[in-house]
């Protein structure tokens, strides 16, 4: 038999030790899909649904405009009125309220003669950043209402204007940064939960002796393991890439072509990184555990939970090494900017190194496996 009939041999059966299980079959497609609906809804730093606490002493017209406004807020669940310090301690404390407001006797009072009106706001500083975007919604309502019930000051030229012109993302809508980054997080899990078990369940079942004495040459060997999560990395790929713009309205504005291409790098490096932790795993148990060894890390810096820019610097250069931070980069480059060919390779590149090193030492691995 020929090399590429060995080649294509290798991968038939490793394409069949995956999918013969018929759910082995649905837990390739279900799942990645059930991550992408769940992370979108769960995986936001969006403050929505918040319950604010209300301790109003002053009950004025000023006060009842800011509150009527503050419970007509999208983001604002519901509104608890408090009638004491006590009780607003206990509010916070219980976690009932992300935040109380205080208006003091005058507030209303302050705001018709045109003095500086002030508005106490306590937030549960356990919950950091959800009480600072809290607190940017009351800095608007506070805007808002102020030029209502002061018209003249709405009226008034103004002295400077800020023009905010939001590119790439007009209404700063947060699915339009968490869909395209959940393409790098989930393709990289389901391609990782492949490999990883490829040369393990091997060990387990006694026939990787037989793999390593029958006439396949060790290359031939590599390129059937990687040839199945391959595959599945491409089908998520492509399933996310009509479902993403198709159901959440997120734009595909840069090249399919080059989506593709990215993709590939991306996935041969992931796979590496798979077949590494395969090869030193004895047990499918052990390669499972590795599995989460390595995906935590990366997602951690990869840029999706927090900005890479916010790591110190010597986690920076670690980073460099996760083909997810680069893949994360081309990826909501080419959905949301149509990011041209040379942004794309700029963060290619890296992940050809990685997959380039991360490939030999998963055949030097083999290797001295079989020697």
């Known amino acids: 038999m020929s090399g590429g009939g060995r080649i294509l041999a290798m991968i038939v059966k490793e394409l069949w030790a995956v999918l013969r299980d018929p759910r082995g079959r649905i837990t390739l497609v279900l799942p990645p899909l059930i991550q992408l609906i769940l992370f979108s809804a769960a995986a936001t730093l969006e403050v929505k649904n918040v319950t604010i606490g209300i301790y109003d002493r002053d009950r004025g017209p000023a006060a009842s405009e800011f509150i009527n406004q503050l419970a007509g807020s999208p983001n604002v669940q519901g509104l608890v009125r408090i009638d004491s310090p006590q009780a607003l301690r206990r509010a916070i404390d219980d976690q009932r309220v992300i935040a109380a407001l205080v208006f003091d006797q005058g507030f209303s009072r302050d705001v018709a003669a045109h003095r500086p009106a002030t508005v106490q706001a306590i937030f549960d500083g356990r919950r950091s950043n959800a009480a600072q975007i809290t607190a940017s919604y009351f800095d608007q309502i506070a805007a808002s209402v102020g030029a209502a019930v002061r018209p003249g000051n709405a009226r008034s030229p103004a002295r400077g204007q800020v023009l905010i012109n939001n590119w790439f993302n007009p209404n700063l809508d947060f699915l339009w940064f968490i869909m395209p980054s959940l393409v790098a997080i989930i393709c990289a899990i389901s391609a990782l939960s492949v490999t990883v078990q490829s040369v393990a369940r091997e060990r387990e079942l006694g026939t990787f002796d037989q793999l390593m004495v029958s006439p396949l040459r060790l290359h031939e060997i590599l390129i059937g393991k990687m040839a199945p999560p391959?595959?599945?990395?491409?089908?998520?790929?492509?399933?996310?890439?009509?479902?993403?713009?198709?159901?959440?309205?997120?734009?595909?504005?840069?090249?399919?072509?080059?989506?593709?291409?990215?993709?590939?790098?991306?996935?041969?490096?992931?796979?590496?990184?798979?077949?590494?932790?395969?090869?030193?795993?004895?047990?499918?148990?052990?390669?499972?555990?590795?599995?989460?060894?390595?995906?935590?890390?990366?997602?951690?810096?990869?840029?999706?939970?927090?900005?890479?820019?916010?790591?110190?610097?010597?986690?920076?250069?670690?980073?460099?090494?996760?083909?997810?931070?680069?893949?994360?980069?081309?990826?909501?480059?080419?959905?949301?900017?149509?990011?041209?060919?040379?942004?794309?390779?700029?963060?290619?590149?890296?992940?050809?190194?990685?997959?380039?090193?991360?490939?030999?030492?998963a055949t030097l691995q083999f290797r001295s496996r079989v020697e």
């Open 230 to 361: 391959f595959l599945i990395g491409m089908f998520n790929g492509t399933l996310y890439l009509i479902v993403i713009p198709l159901f959440y309205g997120v734009p595909m504005t840069g090249s399919v072509l080059l989506f593709y291409g990215a993709l590939t790098v991306f996935l041969l490096a992931v796979i590496g990184i798979g077949m590494v932790v395969s090869a030193i795993a004895h047990t499918q148990q052990q390669a499972f555990l590795g599995m989460f060894l390595v995906t935590v890390p990366m997602t951690l810096l990869s840029g999706f939970t927090s900005p890479f820019e916010n790591m110190p610097g010597w986690l920076q250069l670690i980073a460099e090494a996760n083909p997810q931070k680069h893949f994360l980069i081309i990826t909501e480059g080419l959905f949301l900017k149509a990011m041209p060919l040379a942004d794309v390779f700029a963060n290619t590149w890296p992940m050809m190194i990685i997959a380039a090193v991360t490939l030999t030492a």
